[in-house]
């Protein structure tokens, strides 16, 4: 199991499959070839990695799309 401050986590089942966490909180079940292909990549940085695979991360234009002419209310 790997956990960091950021708050994921990740457990590989008997299964094989693999529950990532974030915050104590289920963010997402890989099974198969997709938990195979997860827990080779998982090893550079894995709270990079979990955010990735969940979706769950900024892409860095949140302030610039707020700023947007369109998005201003």
């Known amino acids: 199991m790997g956990q ?10 008997a299964d094989g499959s ?7 909180r289920a963010a997402g079940t890989l099974r198969g070839g997709r938990a195979a292909e997860f827990l080779a990549e998982v090893g550079a ?5 979990m955010a990735r695979w969940t979706g769950n ?7 610039t799309a707020r ?3 369109r998005n201003r209310g």
């Open 45 to 49: 940085d894995p709270q990079l990695v």
């Open 4 to 13: 960091d401050a950021r708050g994921f986590a990740y457990v590989e089942r």
């Open 57 to 63: 991360y900024r892409r860095g234009n949140e302030r």
């Open 18 to 24: 693999v529950v990532i966490t974030h915050h104590g």
């Open 67 to 69: 700023q947007h002419p």
